[in-house]
């Protein structure tokens, strides 16, 4: 009876030794997911806050288009006003 009993302990003992190393994966596990979590959070921030500076240059640049477009506007009329000018003047005006 006591090399059942024996053999038993034994079962049980191997058995919790097998769940200990089972709840030490899961530890890991849980560790390495915590990890990607928190770098998927900071490329979250990250990418909110590219995108926020994107929005701003997106901004920036429609204002400078709109005003180099005034300033093209306003070059080629002085031009064509200069090269009326000149051709008057050459006419004799």
Not at 20 to 29: D, M, N, P, S, T
Request: zero cysteines.
């Amino acid at each position: 009876m006591a090399d059942i009993d024996e053999s038993r302990l034994d079962r049980i003992e191997t058995k919790l030794d097998k769940m200990a190393e089972a709840l030490i994966v899961l530890v890991r596990i849980e560790e390495r997911t915590s990890t990607l979590f928190k770098r998927l959070d900071a490329s979250d921030a990250r990418m909110n806050g590219i995108s926020t500076r994107l929005t701003d240059l997106e901004k920036t640049s429609d204002r400078r288009g709109v005003t180099f477009g005034l300033v093209d506007r306003l070059f080629w009329i002085a031009v064509t006003a200069a090269v009326g000018i000149g051709a008057w003047w050459i006419r004799g005006g």
